[in-house]
């Protein structure tokens, strides 16, 4: 019995081992996500505003194409307008000149306006794209050592696991999971009992039960909270 309780104490300080190994496991992955994370919100932003740029400078180009057209068609009528022998057709191809002029100075502020605003989008990318460096190159020695240290974690949680089963295989069904059960539940499973009392839950044990305990007979468990119980013949 004395061989099983020492079994079960040094699996006990294995799972714990193993329970602050993955708990610290789990925290260097979430911040490693959030790094991530943080650096894709950044990039899809940098994405939309290129792809907005896009749309206006294609829609840039075809007012352009347009422009171009509607200056040609002033220049044409202008071209017209020595070969005219009446008044009245003079003064029409004036009024289209007119005409093709306002439409022209039309185009003309709506390509300045997308001029302004692929200006102001391009301004916005670039910040975005600085902030984005910016991060990278704050987080990269960060990175490196989460990516360290999650291979480190890993090394370290194969051998504890590897000892925890050397410590579990030996011992009773019943026994495993008794422990299993009581680890899941309340998280310690073996306690020292002093001065007939558990130390799990402070609470007074019978003194027969407390007295058999030195013998080391068999696996004695605390009636309140159910732990396995041991005592230091040494204290």
């Known amino acids: 019995m004395e061989e099983q309780m020492k079994r079960l104490k040094n699996l006990q300080g294995l799972d714990q081992e193993l329970g602050c190994l993955r708990e610290n496991r789990e925290k260097l992955e979430k911040e490693q996500q959030e790094i991530s994370a943080e650096q894709g919100r950044v990039q899809t932003m940098i994405d939309s505003l290129s792809a907005d740029i896009e749309v206006l400078m294609v829609r840039r180009g075809e007012l352009r194409q ?127 009992a002093r001065n007939g009392t558990c130390l799990g839950c402070n609470m007074h044990l019978p003194p027969q039960l407390f007295n058999s305990l030195f013998r080391a007979t068999e696996i004695q468990s605390c009636p309140h909270c159910s732990r396995l119980l041991f005592v230091d013949k040494e204290g």
């Open 66 to 192: 347009a422009l171009l057209v509607e200056q040609g068609n002033v220049e044409k009528a202008e071209g017209r307008l020595p070969e005219i022998k009446t008044q009245k057709e003079y003064l029409a191809v004036l009024k289209e000149i007119d005409v093709a002029k306002k439409v022209n100075k039309d185009i003309s502020d709506k390509i300045q306006q997308k001029e302004n605003e692929i200006g102001a989008l391009e301004q916005e990318r670039m910040e975005k794209q600085e902030s984005l460096d910016a991060l990278k190159e704050q987080v990269k020695d960060r990175c490196e050592e989460i990516r360290k240290s999650l291979q480190d974690s890993e090394d370290v949680l194969a051998e504890k696991s590897s000892q925890r089963a050397s410590h579990l295989e030996p011992l009773p069904l019943p026994l495993r999971k008794r422990y299993q059960l009581l680890m899941e539940r309340r998280g310690v499973a073996v306690v020292e």
